[in-house]
């Protein structure tokens, strides 16, 4: 099966970097997503990261460790609109849905 | 641009009762997923489809049944509903298969209370 970890909640205020890692154990690994879902909402596309490394976008940054079967989001420059669920997703090799993690609550304070 | 549309929103039933819900991909997506999110759950994934045929199947009950049209889109039909079947469903799309194209759309959800 699909095992995902992450913190269940980051509080931070406005401004500040806030990380949120992600270690994973999965029978096969195609990549690591992210998905950001306010309440109420659908879960909405951050980033990809199939390949070790880093992938920037705007504010967000998404790392990839395969080795080490561990990723982050990186939210820069924290917005009160930043305040949400967000998910890490991983594809087993073998199937074609997306398995998510518990999801972190991020709040932002002012 | 065109996002994936869920029909109806909101939806109450009693229990014993039927429910069809709806999906409609973005244009030109192919592969449909269909997922259930509890409160303060993460979503799980029930099954997809790919070019109109089955291709996976996760923890849908045998009381749902789903399938996808000539037109690409899915209805997910869920019969006997019981209280704990209350919960968000998500519909998302893709273009190809998920091995090929990572991101999935998220439809905004259909919301269902079985009273």
């Known amino acids: 099966g699909q095992s995902l970890e992450q913190p269940s909640e980051v509080t931070a205020v406005e401004g500040a970097i806030v990380q949120i890692n992600c270690t994973y154990q999965?029978?096969?690994?195609?990549?690591l997503s992210w998905y950001q879902q306010h309440d109420g909402g659908a879960p909405t596309f951050l980033s990809y990261?199939?390949?070790?490394g880093l992938e920037e976008t705007g504010r967000f940054s998404s790392f990839l460790s395969r080795s080490d079967s561990y990723g982050y989001l990186l939210l820069q420059e924290l917005q009160m609109k930043d305040s949400a669920s967000y998910f890490c997703?991983?594809?087993?090799?073998?199937?074609?849905?997306?398995?998510f993690g518990a999801g972190t609550t991020v709040t932002v304070r002012a | 641009a065109a996002g994936v549309i869920q029909s109806p929103r909101h939806l109450i039933k009693e229990k014993r009762e039927t429910a069809t819900l709806k999906c409609y991909p973005i244009?030109?997506?192919?592969?449909v997923y269909w997922y259930q999110q509890g409160p303060g759950q993460d979503p799980q994934f029930l099954i997809s489809?790919?070019?109109?045929?089955?291709?996976d199947k996760g923890s849908i009950p045998d009381r749902f049944s789903a399938q996808q049209f000539s037109d690409y889109h899915s209805e997910l039909n869920m019969s006997s509903l019981e209280l704990g079947d209350s919960a968000l469903y998500f519909c998302?799309?893709?273009?190809?298969?998920?091995?090929?194209?990572?991101?999935?759309?998220f439809g905004p959800g259909t919301r269902l209370l079985v009273l």
């Open positions: 998302a799309s893709s273009q190809g298969l998920a091995g090929f194209q990572e991101t999935q759309y």
């Open positions: 999965t029978s096969g690994f195609y990549g």
């Open positions: 990261n199939g390949l070790d």
């Open positions: 997703a991983v594809r087993p090799s073998n199937d074609y849905k997306l398995s």
């Open positions: 244009p030109r997506h192919d592969t």
């Open positions: 489809f790919y070019e109109k045929m089955q291709s």
